[in-house]
């Protein structure tokens, strides 16, 4: 959690990176063209897809962007057999390839008063500290 004053220094600090981005854009005088096809599934899409496509096509502007929302299983599909350039994925331990962004845990909540049926699950004696990493991979 960023105090008031990081909160104001974010603000400077965003605005020094556009300005830099404005500069090195203005400068250079090759512009970039092309397609980019990324996939993203769509619980990532509705958190950054939003934001993380306003900042590319701003400081991108000759590209076009393809995107495809899917789960994870088909975008990889879509990488291997050249569908897709880029995908942010979850990713298994046991997959190979790709880059770790980022680590979360993922945690099951649930009312004070529900109650897993015995043998519905085996974490039954300790549901709400039951826990899962979730990894997330660029690829």
Not at 47 to 62: C, D, M, T
Not at 105 to 118: C, G, K, R, S, Y
Request: aromatic letters at 8%; charged letters at 25%; hydrophobic letters at 40%.
């Amino acid at each position: 959690m960023l105090t008031k004053d990081g909160e104001v220094l974010l603000q400077y600090a965003r605005r020094l990176l556009s300005l830099s981005d404005e500069a090195i854009n203005a400068l250079n005088p090759e512009e970039v063209r092309g397609t980019v096809r990324f996939g993203i599934p769509d619980d990532y899409a509705s958190l950054i897809l939003k934001e993380a496509v306003q900042a590319f096509a701003s400081r991108y502007p000759g590209i076009r962007l393809e995107i495809r929302n899917d789960i994870s299983h088909n975008l990889f599909k879509g990488l291997e057999n050249g569908d897709l350039d880029l995908a942010l994925v979850t990713q298994r331990e046991t997959d190979a390839g790709g880059k770790m962004l980022r680590r979360d845990p993922l945690v099951w909540v649930a009312d004070q008063h529900f109650v897993i049926p015995e043998g519905r699950c085996r974490w039954h004696s300790t549901p709400t500290a039951a826990a899962f990493v979730k990894t997330f991979w660029m690829h």
